[in-house]
């Protein structure tokens, strides 16, 4: 994403914010492919739609969920979006899957916010498991 905003001037700033200073996470990678095509599909709007010239992601990874906070600078044509479009039936449908919700803003360019469920996007580590009577 950093590449492609630099190939069309657009700054583009990031930033992880965890609880703890080193979580080891597996990701399902289900999980993974639609975390990459919510924020490719999010990143494609700011091109088409919004006119920005800067993008911030913000990760934040908390004990229980991980939040994605994609926002834009865009002009507000980027509010008069489609909500019927394929784009964004596609994100809300890959947050349901992931069992999360999604929050967008448009008072200043575009800000969308999604939640998931560690529980859910996260395989388990059966090595936690108390052992068993089996």
Known sequence: ???????????????????????TLKIKGT????????????????????HADKVNLTVTLNPKNISIRYSDNGTSEATNISKTGNGLKNIEKRVREEHGTIHTDTQSGWTTTLTLDLGVIVE???????????
């Open 1 to 23: 994403m950093a590449e492609n905003c630099h190939t069309h001037n657009i700054e583009f700033g990031y930033e992880a914010i965890l609880y703890e200073e080193n979580p």
């Open 31 to 50: 999980s993974i492919r639609n975390i990459y095509f919510i924020l490719k599909e999010l990143f494609n709007n700011t091109l088409k739609h919004s």
């Open 124 to 134: 388990a580590d059966i090595t936690k498991f108390p052992e068993s009577d089996f």
